[in-house]
Structures are given as C-alpha cells and as structure tokens.
C-alpha cells in the first residue's frame, strides 16, 4: 500500500480501543445468489474510498495512534467465508491493532446467507458505519452485475478527523454544565454486574430483540405526527413505563426518579455542518430524568423527553458537553435510548434479497479481564448504564435491541420487558382519536 497516515487518537476514539475494545456491525439476512467474490472486491474499493478502514491503531507510550501504511492487511485477509447453522452467533476476528474492519460472510444454506461488516467503533460511528455499509452493497451491485465502475464519492481517498478537532475549528466551546447531573438520584430495576457473571459471558451483551409489523408501525407513525412527538419520544414513553413496571416492589402509584441517555447525532446541528465521513465519532448526549409511576400516559411522557432533548439542543448544551475536554463523571445509572433511525433497505443485485438487518455490538474485554479475574465473583462491577436500547426501522418495520450487562437481568426479567414495550406499542398504535 503506496498511501501512508497516521495520526493520534482523540481521548473519544482511545476509549474504543482499549479496556475494553468495542466493535459495532450491522448484520444482513439475505437470500439468493451471492458472489463473494464481488463482495471481497467491493470490500476494496471501499477501502480506496475511505483508507482508514484499511488501518489498524498502534500502541504508543502516551496513548494510541492510526496508522495506514504498506504493513495494513490485504482485503481478502480481512474477510471470512464461513458455514453455520442459522442463528449462529459469530463474534468477529476483529482486533483494532491488525485492521479496523472486517467482514464475515456466514452461509447457512445454498441461497441463505448472513453478512456483517464489523468496524471497531474508534473509527466510525453508528451513523458513519451505516452510510459505509450502504456505499458497500451499491459498489457489491456495480461488481456483481459487471457494471461500469461509478464515479468515487465526492471525498474519497480523506481520512475523517476527530470530533474535538472539528468542534474547536467551529468556535464551540465547553460548557458549564453536561446535563450527565441529572442522572444523580435516578434508580433502576435491575442490579449491578458481578464479576464472576462477566468473566463467565465474555463481557457479551444479552440480547432480547422484538418487532412491530409494518402496519403497526405506520400507525405509530401516524399518531406521533398527529400528537407532534418524535417516534424517538414515542418509544422512549414505552421504555419508561416498561421499565418502571419492573419495580414490582414499589406501589403502581408512586413516582420513581428515572434517567434516560438519548444518544445524537449532531453532523448537521453544527456550522458549517459536517459531512458524514469527514469524522470518525460525532454523537452527542442528551440526558433527561423523569419521575415515573405506572399510572403516567405513555405519550406524555414521551413528549416530555423529546422536549427536553430538544431544548438541549437549542441552548447549545449537548455540543457544550461533546467539547468539554473530559469524559463526564455519571452520577447515577441511566437506561439508555439509541435510535439508529431508518435503515434503508440496500442497492441489491435482482438475484439477492435482504430479508432483516440486525445491530451488532461486540466486547472484546482486553485488560479489563485480568482485572475481573482478581476480583471476587461477587463483587459488584461499577456500571454507568442500565438497559440499553437500540431501535431502528427497516422494511417500515419498528425493531427494538434490548440488551443489559452480564448479571443485570435474568432471562425472565429481560422477556417481561420486552413483552410490555410490546404490549404499550401495540395499545398506543390502536388508539382511535375522534376529530
């Protein structure tokens, strides 16, 4: 590889690559005919398009660096070809000190297929990753039909900044508050980590995944336009509720301080705006704390938080706190609430349908492992977030992620929840208003 970088890593992009690593994917199901080796050429082309994936991140005394340069690994030793029985979870052969992205291509059948592209998360956001991924099935497309090949993106061949570098270009400077305050008294359901949990589940994510039919999920659409609420405040109002039902032992009617850690994208909320590969992580925070009995209306608590979150944005506080020179100090557990928004349904050859795609979060421990190891198994393990929740739309259906730490949830607590967001999704969808 003739094409050489290297720069250091912002504090944001560090804390993905080291104790623990952080891997994010987006996993599609596809059936009919697919050539990989389409796939393995349009893998590298992306990798032309945006060079940082071809890098890996080094180690230095002081901190970490990207690097590309003749020493970064082939294409084709960066994909896998592998057979499994459908379902399969496959964690990724992914390590940010080799190469930032991967592919696995998993068969199940002749026609049946499941490909992830894996970024680590230093690299790329949600967000970015999504519209890499999107470029990858176009340029798979062009490979696989024999096409011509399509002009580069405006701005291929760059590397993306860092967000601190591009916020102080902008003049946006720290702010005097976070709003990471007002998780400080807020409770939660569940219980903290333990680390003989964590150590026995390899840092994994438990995972529970439900969806909304497409019907369904137009009439919550509907209905949010109507009520001027977000799907964003519509979900969270769900979660909320859910997750407040879980505290079996407070009484229905009694209020419980509750937090929520709404991420943001914040590319377009800046001037000039910044263009979705011009920088590896650009996400915000919103952080809002609601007193929540099970008596509350489902909407009303939804509009109460995409209020707040939108007042954070107008007043500046969210890119007040991406700028402050620290990570902030969390008072308390949130649950967190992580709209992907829409994913479009991908550029396909006729031959090759995409029947779901699934977000895929991978842990890979590093050395925290050896510092739960010398913990007893029952010792609690500190923790900032409660349940996670990622949701998204694709096909025009709703899909919901809940996942929670090792040890935080049992299986039954984690399907008791899923059940009733469904349950006050599906009631909220039905709601008949009279004109």
């Known amino acids: 590889m003739s094409l050489r970088y290297r720069r250091r890593l912002s504090a944001r992009e560090a804390e993905f690559v080291d104790s623990p690593q952080r891997n994010i994917g987006f996993s599609y199901t596809l059936r009919g005919n697919l050539d990989t080796a389409a796939l393995l050429r349009a893998f590298g082309r992306l990798r032309e ?20 340069d003749e020493s970064c690994k082939a294409p084709q030793d960066v994909v896998r070809l592998l057979r499994a029985k459908p379902g399969t979870q496959v964690p990724p052969n992914l390590n940010p000190s080799s190469s930032l ?24 956001d949600g967000r970015l990753w999504l519209f890499l991924v999107q470029r990858l099935w176009s340029l798979y497309t062009q490979e696989a039909d024999g096409a011509p090949e399509s002009s580069l993106l405006p701005d291929a061949g760059r590397f993306p900044g860092a967000m601190e570098y591009l916020l102080a270009q902008r003049n946006i400077r ?9 998780l400080r ?27 909304l039919n497409e019907r369904l999920t137009t009439d919550l659409r509907a209905l949010a336009a109507r009520r001027s609420i977000s799907m964003h405040g519509v979900v969270a109002g769900a979660v909320a509720l859910a997750e407040r039902a879980a505290f079996v032992d407070v009484p229905e009617g009694e209020p419980v301080p509750m937090a929520f850690i709404s991420p943001v994208e914040m590319r377009a909320r800046v001037v000039p705006p910044i263009a979705i590969d011009e920088v590896t992580n650009f ?52 649950v967190v609430l992580n709209n992907i928004g829409v994913i479009p349904s991908p550029s396909l050859p006729e031959n090759l349908i995409a029947e779901d795609v699934a977000w895929s979060f991978y842990v890979e421990p590093g050395q925290m492992r050896s510092v739960l190891e010398s913990m007893p198994k029952d010792a609690e393990v500190p923790m900032e977030v409660g349940s996670i929740y990622y949701f998204y739309s694709f096909c025009g259906m709703l899909n919901i992620d809940l996942m929670h730490m090792p040890g935080c949830a049992s299986e039954q607590a984690r399907k008791s929840l899923v059940r009733r967001v469904i349950q006050l999704l599906v009631e909220t969808a039905q709601i008949k208003e009279v004109c």
Not at 49 to 68: C, K, N
Not at 101 to 124: F, S
């Open 49 to 68: 398009e945006f060079p940082l994936l071809a890098g890996r991140v080094l180690a230095v005394d002081d901190g970490f660096d990207f690097v590309v």
């Open 101 to 124: 992205a991967t592919l696995d291509v998993v068969t199940y059948d002749e026609d049946w297929h499941c490909v992830t592209p894996w970024c680590n998360h230093a690299a790329a």
């Open 174 to 182: 720290e702010g005097s508050i976070t709003g990471e305050e007002r």
């Open 185 to 211: 008294g807020a409770r939660w359901s569940g219980s903290p980590p333990r680390a003989g949990a964590m150590l026995a589940e390899n840092f994994q994510l438990q995972s529970t995944r439900l969806q």
């Open 283 to 334: 996400m915000g925070t919103a952080y809002t704390q609601l007193e929540v009995s099970c008596e509350n209306k489902l909407l009303e608590l939804g509009k109460t938080l995409s209020d707040q979150l939108i007042a954070d944005l107008k007043d500046g506080l969210i890119l007040g706190a991406m700028a402050s020179p620290t990570l902030p100090e969390r008072g308390g557990v949130g």
